[in-house]
């Protein structure tokens, strides 16, 4: 364990040295697993798949398989249709993040103090919450912090989860407000949230959400599409177009408003593999 260990410090963290060398590498290495998760919750993708062997030491995962983004908003959506248990469910990714993190502490006991093991996974808690408060803000258009943003912020996911709302077109949606304005389902909350933005006056506020909230993610029918189209006519349009909007998500990309619908009838229930 001691030379894998010192073999990762060298090549991949070499900034980690001294006595703690072990616990600061692990810390490291939750620091970054935190930061992750938090980013997936915020863009709302699962990834569906979340053993031990397919989360990487540099803070990354591998195995993207049965992935895929919410559509109508629900933080129970699980997108592997053979965990029939939901235990990768999206809602359930910053704990499993945590469970993974402890056992791989459980494998690096001989090298690190259990006090110090203890006080390193405490930290994940809190890494995760800062970095997702941080990129929800974003994505809301809200440059300082106030005590009642978690809750507005709830109030909006409350009202797309009752309401079967798409995620990711509602909250590229808040960028818009005249618009936003018209539609019943956010009366009352659209007044909090104007109240919320007047208090800062941020003449940059929508370009900044639109930099936090992408136009174009890979919906499962999209990909199915291109699939299919690639396979069976050997045509490769659609995935030349698929590299091209995915590459730049948060541009406008006129004229390829289509691929950012939310998914027909046909493909609202696709189910996803891990052979997929």
């Given at each position: 364990m001691k030379q894998l260990?010192?073999?990762?410090i060298e090549h991949y963290y070499p900034q980690c040295q001294g006595n703690n060398v072990y616990a600061d590498w692990l810390g490291q290495v939750v620091k970054r697993t935190a930061v992750m998760v938090a980013s997936w919750q915020a863009q709302g993708f699962a990834h569906g798949v979340l053993n031990t062997d397919n989360m990487s030491i540099l803070g990354l995962t591998?195995?993207?398989?049965?992935?895929?983004?919410?559509?109508a908003y629900n933080p129970s959506f699980v997108c592997n249709h053979s965990d029939h248990q939901g235990r990768y469910a999206f809602d359930q990714q910053p704990g499993i993040g945590l469970w993974n993190l402890t056992r791989l502490a459980d494998a690096l006991s001989s090298l690190i103090n259990p006090k110090q093991v203890k006080a390193i996974l405490a930290t994940y808690e809190r890494q995760l919450i800062d970095t997702y408060s941080t990129l929800m803000r974003q994505k809301f258009g809200l440059s300082t912090k106030e005590k009642g943003d978690h809750q507005l912020i709830n109030q909006f996911l409350a009202i797309l989860q009752t309401h079967k709302l798409d995620y990711?077109?509602?909250?590229?949606?808040?960028?818009?407000?005249?618009?936003?304005?018209?539609?019943?389902r956010f009366e009352h909350w659209i007044k909090l949230y104007r109240d919320r933005i007047a208090n800062e006056n941020n003449q940059t506020r929508v370009a900044t959400m639109n930099q936090a909230n992408p136009k174009f993610i890979l919906r499962n029918y999209l990909a199915e599409e291109a699939i299919r189209e690639a396979e069976d006519n050997k045509n490769y349009d659609k995935i030349s177009i698929l590299f091209t909007l995915l590459s730049q998500p948060f541009d406008e990309h006129?004229?390829?408003?289509d691929y950012a619908l939310e998914a027909p009838d046909w493909a609202k229930d696709l189910s996803v593999s891990c052979s997929s």
């Open positions: 260990a010192d073999f990762v591998i195995d993207y398989g049965p992935f895929g983004f919410l559509e990711t077109n509602s909250c590229r949606g808040l960028s818009n407000l005249d618009k936003l304005a018209k539609d019943k006129i004229g390829f408003e």
